[in-house]
C-alpha cells in the first residue's frame, strides 16, 4: 500500500509564501512522476505542477509555483510565492507508483487546505 500525505497548508496573508510537502510511504513501490493539483472552490481540479523521478529534471510549474523533490524521502514539494486569494484552494498530491510487481497505481493525497487571506 503506497500512501501520501500533505503538509504545510494553513492560512496565509497574500504576498506572502508557502511551501507545501507531501511524502510517499509504502513498501515494495517505485515512485515515478508525481504532481500537484489544487481546487479551489466550486472549480475544477487543475495540475500546477510536475516532476519525474529523474534528478536531472526540474520539472514543470505555473507561474509562481517551482516543484521541487527529495527522491531520497520520497517527497516532492510545492514552494508558492506572491499568494494571492485566488491561490485558496485544496492542494492534492498526486503520484504515479510502479509495485515490485509490475502493477500501476496512482496514488492520492487527502489534500492540504490553503486559505489566502487579503
Known amino acids: 500500500q503506497v500512501q501520501l500525505v500533505e503538509s504545510g497548508g494553513g492560512l496565509v496573508q497574500a504576498g506572502g509564501s508557502l511551501r507545501l510537502s507531501c511524502a510517499a510511504s509504502?513498501?515494495?513501490?517505485?515512485?515515478?512522476?508525481m504532481r500537484w493539483y489544487r481546487q479551489a472552490p466550486g472549480k475544477e481540479r487543475e495540475l500546477v505542477a510536475a516532476?519525474?523521478?529523474?534528478?536531472s529534471t526540474t520539472g514543470s510549474a505555473k507561474g509562481r509555483f517551482t516543484i521541487s523533490r527529495d527522491n531520497a524521502k520520497n517527497t516532492v514539494y510545492l514552494q508558492i510565492n506572491s499568494l494571492k486569494p485566488e491561490d485558496t484552494a485544496v492542494y492534492y498530491c498526486?503520484?504515479?507508483?510502479?509495485?515490485?510487481?509490475?502493477?500501476?497505481?496512482?496514488?492520492w493525497g487527502r489534500g492540504a487546505l490553503v486559505t489566502v487571506s487579503s
Open positions: 509504502g513498501r515494495g513501490f517505485t515512485i515515478n512522476e
Open positions: 498526486s503520484a504515479d507508483a510502479i509495485s515490485d510487481m509490475g502493477r500501476y497505481l496512482e496514488v
Open positions: 516532476i519525474g523521478s529523474d534528478p
